[in-house]
């Protein structure tokens, strides 16, 4: 059945959507608490360097987009945990491509602190 709601209503939903998907990434996943409170300490920190504007929102969004992409893994985990628990190499593969994926988020940020904290401090 096609989603009827439209305009604020709608936006109203999905921004509660939003809200239970962030506390259920806080209240299940160990790994997302702790990636929040590492960006929190980032976000803090990069608010607090002297840079300028571009400096800082590509401190902040690496740091975002570590957390985009554990969510993302913790519902690709979810999914292939209710479709079963028996073992599958399509399900380990899903798994260990999620998994691959923040990684490789968070050495992207790792990348774009230490190249800007370079500069700053050079």
Not at 38 to 49: D, E, N, R, S, T
Not at 61 to 72: A, D, F, K, M, T
Not at 102 to 107: G, M
Request: no cysteine; aromatic share 8%; glycine share 6%.
């Amino acid at each position: 059945m096609a989603n009827q709601t439209t305009g604020l209503t709608r936006i109203i939903k999905a921004a509660g959507y939003s809200y239970q998907g962030l506390t259920a990434a806080w209240r299940n996943e160990a790994a997302f608490r702790q990636e929040s409170v590492a960006a929190a300490i980032a976000v803090i920190v990069a608010l607090w360097l002297d840079v300028d504007a571009v400096a800082r929102i590509l401190l902040i969004g690496s740091v975002l987009l570590v957390l985009i992409v554990e969510v993302l893994n913790s519902a690709i985990e979810a999914i292939v945990d209710r479709v079963g628990t028996d073992y599958h190499e399509l399900s380990g593969r899903a798994k260990d491509m999620g998994s691959a994926a923040v990684s490789l988020s968070i050495i992207l940020a790792l990348l774009v602190w230490v190249t800007l904290l370079w500069r700053h401090f050079a």
